[in-house]
């Protein structure tokens, strides 16, 4: 199993609705986990982190951790169209790692 | 905010031509990293530094070597470029280990 696997999408959602991004990780990068959020042609942003099981809120964006399934998700409430952009998930293996695997990405597309 | 900044947007270069790419930070950030990203395969990490004069090699460091004099700058160098070395290079940098701060990204082109 790739250490950090998502849908390369692309997903495509109404205005308004939730857009759902998901992402499983192998055991070797099980500590923390991160969503960047990239649009065309820019560098990845960082937009949330998540460290331990259960739902971190900020703003319109949830990030959902359960380790146990080693899964982690990212909900977009109420998605704009300048939500459209790949979604970057990754993981870190713990804190006397310096790296961060990435994801290959989620395409996100917001339909007017 | 963080600002990375890439010395350059586009390159085009010659195989075997030495290429530098150069990243500088001003967040006084002890980490810093060098990524390319290819459509299909991600990103993908080329080499990282934690401290001055300090580096180590992410998962493809083959054909490419860095330099970190400073605590703010840190240059990736292709020593004979290759046209497979065409490809977006991504300089981060971070005070935490799962934070990264990209720059905008050198865009390369080898012909």
């Known amino acids: 199993q790739k250490e950090v696997e998502q849908n390369s999408g692309p997903l495509s959602v109404p205005e308004g609705a939730i857009a759902s991004l998901n992402c499983t990780y192998s055991?070797?990068?099980?500590?923390?986990f991160f969503w960047y959020r990239q649009y065309s042609g820019k560098s990845p942003e960082l937009i949330m982190s998540?460290?331990?099981?259960g739902d971190k809120e900020d703003g319109r964006f949830t990030a959902q951790l359960n380790k146990a399934s080693q899964y982690v998700s990212l909900l977009i409430r109420d998605s704009q169209p300048s939500d459209s952009a790949t979604y970057l998930c990754?993981?870190?293996?713990?804190?006397?790692?310096?790296?961060?695997?990435f994801g290959k990405g989620t395409k996100l597309s917001v339909i007017p | 905010d963080v600002k990375v900044t890439q010395s350059s947007r586009y390159l085009v270069k010659r195989t075997g031509e030495k290429v530098f790419l150069e990243c500088v930070q001003d967040?006084?950030?002890?980490?810093m990293f060098w990524y390319r990203q290819d459509p299909g395969l991600g990103l993908r990490l080329i080499y990282f530094?934690?401290?001055?004069?300090?580096?180590e090699k992410g998962d493809i460091p083959e054909g490419y070597s860095v330099s970190r004099e400073k605590k703010e700058r840190f240059s990736l160098i292709l020593e004979s470029a290759s046209t497979n070395q065409t490809s977006m290079y991504l300089c981060?940098?971070?005070?935490?280990?799962?934070?990264?701060?990209f720059g905008p990204g050198t865009r390369l082109t080898v012909l």
């Open positions: 981060a940098s971070s005070y935490r280990r799962g934070d990264r701060f």
């Open positions: 055991d070797r990068v099980s500590q923390s």
């Open positions: 998540i460290y331990s099981n």
């Open positions: 990754a993981g870190n293996s713990g804190a006397g790692s310096y790296q961060l695997t």
């Open positions: 967040m006084d950030h002890e980490n």
């Open positions: 530094s934690y401290d001055v004069k300090m580096k």
